[in-house]
């Protein structure tokens, strides 16, 4: 299994100055990382509150 913390690049390929264009452990890879933790935790507010929501409306007679 390949060690993931080196990249090989061909010969010839141009590098930014961020490193390689197709580098998965970045600031690619972590902007990725923060919009899912967005995503989930509103996701996960969303469908508390509306459990919450029909609890309250069944309790009412």
Do not use: C, Q
């Not at 890879?29 to 509150?49: E, S």
């Amino acid at each position: 299994m390949a060690d993931p913390t080196t990249t090989v690049t061909p010969a010839g390929a141009a590098d930014t100055a961020a490193g390689p264009k197709t580098m998965d452990a970045g600031k690619w890879a972590n902007k990725r990382v923060y919009h899912r933790l967005v995503i989930y935790t509103a996701g996960i507010h969303l469908f508390a509150g509306f459990i919450i929501l029909l609890f309250e409306l069944g309790s009412r007679k």
